[in-house]
Protein backbone atom coordinates (compact mmCIF):
# COMPACT_ATOMS: atom_id res chain seq x y z
CA UNK A 1 0.00 0.00 0.00
CA UNK A 2 1.22 3.13 -0.90
CA UNK A 3 2.13 5.90 2.47
CA UNK A 4 -0.14 8.26 2.55
CA UNK A 5 -1.34 10.62 5.52
CA UNK A 6 -4.23 13.45 5.75
CA UNK A 7 -2.58 16.18 7.23
CA UNK A 8 -4.53 17.83 9.87
CA UNK A 9 -4.75 21.63 10.87
CA UNK A 10 -2.71 21.61 7.64
CA UNK A 11 -2.94 25.81 6.97
CA UNK A 12 -2.78 26.72 10.60
CA UNK A 13 0.22 24.74 11.48
CA UNK A 14 2.56 26.37 8.89
CA UNK A 15 0.84 29.47 9.64
CA UNK A 16 2.21 29.20 13.35
CA UNK A 17 5.37 28.55 11.97
CA UNK A 18 6.05 31.68 10.62
CA UNK A 19 7.90 30.27 7.85
CA UNK A 20 11.01 32.44 6.61
CA UNK A 21 12.16 31.79 3.04
CA UNK A 22 15.93 31.25 4.44
CA UNK A 23 15.07 29.07 7.46
CA UNK A 24 15.84 25.79 8.42
CA UNK A 25 12.88 23.84 8.74
CA UNK A 26 12.70 20.15 10.42
CA UNK A 27 9.50 17.93 10.41
CA UNK A 28 10.08 15.53 13.26
CA UNK A 29 7.34 13.56 11.82
CA UNK A 30 7.34 13.75 8.10
CA UNK A 31 5.41 10.77 7.31
CA UNK A 32 3.54 11.76 3.96
CA UNK A 33 4.79 14.77 3.64
CA UNK A 34 1.64 16.80 3.83
CA UNK A 35 2.72 19.10 6.06
CA UNK A 36 6.44 18.82 4.83
CA UNK A 37 5.55 20.18 0.90
CA UNK A 38 3.48 22.86 2.39
CA UNK A 39 6.73 24.07 4.36
CA UNK A 40 8.84 23.68 1.37
CA UNK A 41 6.35 25.98 -1.03
CA UNK A 42 7.38 28.70 1.27
CA UNK A 43 11.05 28.14 1.42
CA UNK A 44 13.64 30.09 -0.99
CA UNK A 45 15.93 28.75 -2.96
CA UNK A 46 17.86 28.79 0.11
CA UNK A 47 15.53 27.68 2.19
CA UNK A 48 16.53 24.05 4.08
CA UNK A 49 13.79 21.32 5.01
CA UNK A 50 14.85 18.39 6.94
CA UNK A 51 12.13 15.46 7.33
CA UNK A 52 12.63 12.59 9.54
CA UNK A 53 10.79 9.93 10.56
CA UNK A 54 11.21 6.70 12.30
CA UNK A 55 9.05 4.45 10.14
CA UNK A 56 10.46 2.59 6.68
CA UNK A 57 7.41 2.88 4.79
CA UNK A 58 6.96 6.28 5.25
CA UNK A 59 11.08 7.22 4.62
CA UNK A 60 10.66 5.77 1.04
CA UNK A 61 7.67 7.29 0.81
CA UNK A 62 9.45 10.56 1.24
CA UNK A 63 12.23 9.91 -0.90
CA UNK A 64 10.08 9.40 -4.10
CA UNK A 65 8.58 12.87 -3.07
CA UNK A 66 11.37 14.88 -2.64
CA UNK A 67 14.08 12.78 -4.01
CA UNK A 68 14.81 15.33 -6.47
CA UNK A 69 14.46 18.11 -4.47
CA UNK A 70 17.90 19.60 -3.64
CA UNK A 71 16.43 21.69 -0.36
CA UNK A 72 15.08 18.84 1.19
CA UNK A 73 17.06 16.02 3.41
CA UNK A 74 14.83 12.46 4.62
CA UNK A 75 16.39 11.31 7.71
CA UNK A 76 15.42 7.80 9.36
CA UNK A 77 15.56 8.36 12.88
CA UNK A 78 13.00 9.26 15.93
CA UNK A 79 12.72 13.08 16.45
CA UNK A 80 14.11 12.65 19.85
CA UNK A 81 17.14 12.41 18.37
CA UNK A 82 17.04 15.92 17.10
CA UNK A 83 20.66 17.84 17.95
CA UNK A 84 22.22 14.51 16.59
CA UNK A 85 20.44 14.81 13.28
CA UNK A 86 21.21 18.16 12.52
CA UNK A 87 24.88 18.18 13.84
CA UNK A 88 24.94 15.13 11.40
CA UNK A 89 24.30 17.70 8.77
CA UNK A 90 26.01 20.88 9.56
CA UNK A 91 23.18 22.69 11.31
CA UNK A 92 23.80 24.42 13.93
CA UNK A 93 20.13 25.41 14.67
CA UNK A 94 16.56 25.59 13.32
CA UNK A 95 13.98 28.37 12.38
CA UNK A 96 11.16 25.79 13.18
CA UNK A 97 10.28 22.41 13.96
CA UNK A 98 6.95 20.67 13.44
CA UNK A 99 5.89 17.26 14.94
CA UNK A 100 2.60 15.58 14.14
CA UNK A 101 2.38 13.40 17.18
CA UNK A 102 0.85 9.67 16.88
CA UNK A 103 -0.20 7.35 14.55
CA UNK A 104 -0.73 8.26 10.50
CA UNK A 105 -3.63 7.24 8.65
CA UNK A 106 -1.50 4.49 6.45
CA UNK A 107 -0.77 2.85 9.18
CA UNK A 108 -4.04 2.87 10.48
CA UNK A 109 -5.41 1.75 7.20
CA UNK A 110 -2.55 -0.88 6.68
CA UNK A 111 -4.16 -3.81 8.44
CA UNK A 112 -0.61 -5.70 8.03
CA UNK A 113 0.46 -3.26 10.68
CA UNK A 114 -1.68 -3.91 13.47
CA UNK A 115 -3.00 -0.55 14.43
CA UNK A 116 -6.33 -0.74 14.22
CA UNK A 117 -8.76 -2.94 15.40
CA UNK A 118 -11.27 -2.65 12.89
CA UNK A 119 -9.14 -5.04 10.80
CA UNK A 120 -8.19 -8.52 11.37
CA UNK A 121 -4.60 -8.72 11.48
CA UNK A 122 -0.99 -9.62 13.34
CA UNK A 123 -1.17 -8.03 16.51
CA UNK A 124 1.75 -5.90 15.50
CA UNK A 125 1.94 -1.79 16.18
CA UNK A 126 5.58 -1.00 16.18
CA UNK A 127 6.20 1.84 14.08
CA UNK A 128 9.83 1.16 13.19
CA UNK A 129 9.24 -2.64 12.53
CA UNK A 130 11.79 -3.80 14.83
CA UNK A 131 11.52 -4.93 18.92
CA UNK A 132 8.83 -7.00 19.91
CA UNK A 133 5.72 -6.77 18.94
CA UNK A 134 2.32 -5.70 20.68
CA UNK A 135 1.82 -9.66 20.93
CA UNK A 136 5.11 -10.15 22.19
CA UNK A 137 3.90 -8.34 25.20
CA UNK A 138 0.13 -9.03 25.64
CA UNK A 139 1.43 -12.60 25.98
CA UNK A 140 4.26 -12.09 28.36
CA UNK A 141 3.54 -9.64 30.93
CA UNK A 142 1.89 -9.98 34.27
CA UNK A 143 -1.52 -8.80 35.34
CA UNK A 144 0.11 -5.34 37.23
CA UNK A 145 2.12 -4.80 34.33
CA UNK A 146 -0.82 -4.90 32.55
CA UNK A 147 -3.11 -2.57 34.46
CA UNK A 148 -0.24 -0.09 34.65
CA UNK A 149 -0.08 0.49 31.17
CA UNK A 150 -3.24 0.48 30.26
CA UNK A 151 -4.14 3.05 32.63
CA UNK A 152 -1.24 4.93 32.05
CA UNK A 153 -1.35 5.34 28.67
CA UNK A 154 -5.12 4.26 27.71
CA UNK A 155 -6.52 6.30 30.55
CA UNK A 156 -8.53 2.93 30.91
CA UNK A 157 -11.13 2.57 33.81
CA UNK A 158 -11.63 -1.08 33.05
CA UNK A 159 -8.17 -2.12 33.04
CA UNK A 160 -8.15 -4.58 35.66
CA UNK A 161 -10.93 -6.25 33.69
CA UNK A 162 -9.09 -6.19 30.43
CA UNK A 163 -6.24 -7.28 32.12
CA UNK A 164 -7.86 -10.43 34.03
CA UNK A 165 -9.81 -11.59 30.56
CA UNK A 166 -6.04 -11.24 29.00
CA UNK A 167 -4.27 -13.60 31.25
CA UNK A 168 -7.59 -15.94 31.06
CA UNK A 169 -7.28 -16.04 26.95
CA UNK A 170 -3.77 -16.83 27.10
CA UNK A 171 -3.97 -19.55 29.11
CA UNK A 172 -5.57 -21.11 26.30
CA UNK A 173 -4.45 -20.08 23.11
CA UNK A 174 -1.65 -16.82 22.36
CA UNK A 175 -3.50 -13.35 21.70
CA UNK A 176 -1.91 -13.18 17.97
CA UNK A 177 -4.33 -11.50 16.18
CA UNK A 178 -6.25 -7.47 16.31
CA UNK A 179 -9.93 -9.38 16.41
CA UNK A 180 -8.54 -11.81 18.96
CA UNK A 181 -7.57 -8.50 21.42
CA UNK A 182 -10.26 -6.28 20.13
CA UNK A 183 -13.08 -9.25 21.23
CA UNK A 184 -11.51 -10.04 24.24
CA UNK A 185 -11.37 -6.42 25.48
CA UNK A 186 -15.31 -6.33 24.60
CA UNK A 187 -15.95 -8.88 26.80
CA UNK A 188 -14.18 -7.68 29.98
CA UNK A 189 -16.67 -4.56 29.36
CA UNK A 190 -19.35 -3.65 30.95
CA UNK A 191 -22.57 -4.54 29.01
CA UNK A 192 -23.93 -0.75 29.36
CA UNK A 193 -20.67 0.77 28.20
CA UNK A 194 -19.94 -1.14 24.99
CA UNK A 195 -22.44 0.89 23.42
CA UNK A 196 -20.12 4.09 23.79
CA UNK A 197 -16.64 4.51 21.53
CA UNK A 198 -15.50 1.16 20.33
CA UNK A 199 -14.53 -0.46 23.52
CA UNK A 200 -11.08 -1.56 22.30
CA UNK A 201 -9.91 1.62 21.61
CA UNK A 202 -8.02 2.98 24.74
CA UNK A 203 -6.53 -0.94 25.07
CA UNK A 204 -5.18 -0.29 21.67
CA UNK A 205 -3.86 3.01 22.00
CA UNK A 206 -2.21 2.04 25.52
CA UNK A 207 -0.38 -0.85 23.88
CA UNK A 208 0.85 1.30 20.81
CA UNK A 209 2.08 4.23 23.00
CA UNK A 210 3.67 1.29 25.08
CA UNK A 211 5.71 -0.56 22.15
CA UNK A 212 6.82 2.57 20.45
CA UNK A 213 8.05 4.11 23.80
CA UNK A 214 6.18 7.07 22.54
CA UNK A 215 5.79 9.24 25.94
CA UNK A 216 9.47 8.86 26.50
CA UNK A 217 10.39 9.89 23.51
CA UNK A 218 8.40 12.31 22.99
CA UNK A 219 9.47 14.23 26.91
CA UNK A 220 13.25 13.91 25.63
CA UNK A 221 12.19 15.33 21.86
CA UNK A 222 10.41 18.02 23.41
CA UNK A 223 13.56 19.64 25.06
CA UNK A 224 16.18 18.15 22.46
CA UNK A 225 13.85 20.17 19.88
CA UNK A 226 13.30 23.43 22.18
CA UNK A 227 16.95 23.56 22.30
CA UNK A 228 17.63 23.38 19.12
CA UNK A 229 16.02 26.14 17.58
CA UNK A 230 17.49 29.73 17.19
CA UNK A 231 15.78 33.09 19.14
CA UNK A 232 12.98 33.56 17.46
CA UNK A 233 12.70 29.87 16.01
CA UNK A 234 9.43 27.92 16.93
CA UNK A 235 8.07 24.70 18.18
CA UNK A 236 4.67 23.42 16.78
CA UNK A 237 3.11 20.35 18.18
CA UNK A 238 -0.10 18.36 17.04
CA UNK A 239 -1.81 15.70 19.28
CA UNK A 240 -4.28 13.44 19.39
CA UNK A 241 -4.33 11.96 22.84
CA UNK A 242 -5.00 14.02 26.02
CA UNK A 243 -2.15 12.39 27.77
CA UNK A 244 0.17 14.08 25.50
CA UNK A 245 -1.33 17.05 24.78
CA UNK A 246 -1.14 17.69 28.84
CA UNK A 247 2.24 16.88 28.52
CA UNK A 248 3.19 19.45 25.84
CA UNK A 249 1.18 22.11 27.65
CA UNK A 250 3.00 22.21 30.83
CA UNK A 251 6.40 21.51 29.23
CA UNK A 252 5.48 24.82 27.80
CA UNK A 253 4.36 26.04 30.12
CA UNK A 254 7.28 25.29 32.10
CA UNK A 255 10.00 26.86 29.37
CA UNK A 256 7.70 30.10 29.44
CA UNK A 257 8.24 30.78 33.04
CA UNK A 258 9.96 33.25 34.08
CA UNK A 259 10.69 34.18 38.25
CA UNK A 260 10.24 31.63 40.66
CA UNK A 261 10.95 33.68 43.71
CA UNK A 262 8.22 33.34 46.71
CA UNK A 263 6.01 35.77 46.00
CA UNK A 264 6.38 37.32 49.46
CA UNK A 265 10.46 38.52 48.20
CA UNK A 266 10.27 42.49 47.70
CA UNK A 267 13.01 41.55 44.50
CA UNK A 268 13.64 38.62 42.36
CA UNK A 269 16.88 37.03 43.54
CA UNK A 270 16.51 33.98 40.97
CA UNK A 271 17.25 35.93 38.05
CA UNK A 272 15.17 33.42 36.24
CA UNK A 273 13.55 34.79 32.33
CA UNK A 274 11.30 33.24 30.56
CA UNK A 275 12.85 31.30 27.67
CA UNK A 276 10.21 31.25 25.51
CA UNK A 277 6.68 32.81 24.30
CA UNK A 278 2.81 30.87 23.72
CA UNK A 279 2.45 31.81 20.12
CA UNK A 280 -1.38 30.63 20.82
CA UNK A 281 -2.85 30.37 23.99
CA UNK A 282 -5.28 27.49 23.50
CA UNK A 283 -4.86 25.17 21.33
CA UNK A 284 -6.25 25.25 17.92
CA UNK A 285 -8.70 22.65 16.70
CA UNK A 286 -10.23 21.36 13.42
CA UNK A 287 -13.25 23.76 12.50
CA UNK A 288 -16.15 21.82 10.65
CA UNK A 289 -14.68 22.27 7.41
CA UNK A 290 -11.87 19.93 8.31
CA UNK A 291 -13.89 17.29 10.74
CA UNK A 292 -16.00 16.80 7.54
CA UNK A 293 -13.26 16.30 5.44
CA UNK A 294 -11.23 14.07 7.69
CA UNK A 295 -13.03 12.80 11.40
CA UNK A 296 -9.97 11.70 12.12
CA UNK A 297 -8.78 15.17 13.44
CA UNK A 298 -11.84 15.77 15.80
CA UNK A 299 -9.12 14.56 18.33
CA UNK A 300 -5.84 16.76 17.03
CA UNK A 301 -4.77 20.10 19.17
CA UNK A 302 -2.34 22.25 17.93
CA UNK A 303 0.18 24.47 20.04
CA UNK A 304 2.99 26.45 19.63
CA UNK A 305 5.80 28.61 21.03
CA UNK A 306 8.89 30.93 20.26
CA UNK A 307 12.25 30.58 21.61
CA UNK A 308 12.51 34.41 22.97
CA UNK A 309 15.73 33.83 25.50
Not at 122 to 142: F, H, I, K, Q
Request: with cysteine.
Amino acid sequence: MEFYHKPVLLEKTVELLNIKPDGIYLDGTAGGGGHSSEILKRLGEKGRLICVDRDPDAINNLNERFGDEDRVTVVKNNFAEIPDIIAKLGVESLDGVLMDIGVSSHQLDCAERGFSYHNDAPLDMRMERSGPTAADYVNTLDYSELVRILTAYGEEKFAGNIARAIEREREKNPIETTAQLAEIVKSAYPAAKRRDKHPARKTFQALRIFVNGELDRLSEGLDNAFSSLKIGGRLALITFHSIEDRMVKHRMAKWCEGCICPKDFPICVCGRKPGARLVNRKPVEADEDELRENPRSRSAKLRCCEKIN
